[in-house]
């Protein structure tokens, strides 16, 4: 992956991008395949997604790999999910490795087969010392799901008298969310052309700019992720007040 210099980013790049990736199945619809043939594909543009956001300078990219809605489907297509992701870090981990990618899981653990848990261990273990970008994989993943678990650990620090009631704010309630220590997102983009944000980063993404495209995940590049970013541009961010100024 080649990495800009710091002079090289353009000083409005989104720091942090979060990706819907939707159309999998519609793409392998239209080809008259599998399913699970265009969730294969969908691990190639991710491929070609994470080296285009590192050339592009953005150093914080988050992407929604399995949702917790997604146990609804069929366990052929779950277990096809699965072995994405073996494969995934089977053949792209040494490579994120080398190139300072530090890989972040966020999502509840609980349900998870043993091998996949150690999969995703393995990943952020082996990247953990890596600060040149972050990819971070939703896996697992709902944004109410994430918020109830934040707000019982807070419950039962309370219970516990490590935590006072007049002490839980914004900043603190955040703290116990699975994206504690990262930036939330400036950009959040859907493919497929569906209009909604389907239970993703439902705290982090309050002011993040939405921009959704036509494009099939598996279609998506660099090119695709260029006129995202120059969609974004061309908003005023105004986080609630009068003056496009960061809050």
Known sequence: MAQPSPTAVPADTPRHIAIIMDGNGRWAKQRHRPRTFGHSEGVEALRRTVEAAGE??????????????NWRRPMEE??????LLRLYVARDLDRLVKEGVRVHVI?????????????????EAKTRHNDAQHLIIAFNYGGQDEIARAARRIAEDVSA??????????????????????????????????????????????YAELVFVDVLWPDFDKAALQAAIG??????????????EQP
């Open 161 to 206: 008298g490590k935590l006072a009631p007049q002490d839980v704010s914004v900043d603190r309630f955040e703290s116990y969310l699975d994206t504690a220590g990262l930036p939330a997102p400036d950009l959040l983009i859907r493919t497929s052309g569906e209009l909604r944000l389907s239970n993703f980063m439902l705290w982090q993404a309050a």
């Open 56 to 69: 592009l300078g953005v150093r914080y990219l988050t992407v929604f790999g399995f949702s917790t809605e």
């Open 107 to 123: 999502g509840s653990r609980e349900g998870l087969q043993a091998d996949i848990a150690r999969i995703i261990e393995e990943a």
């Open 231 to 244: 969609a974004y541009h061309r908003r005023e961010r105004r986080f609630g007040g009068s003056d496009a």
């Open 78 to 83: 779950i277990n096809a999910l699965f072995d």
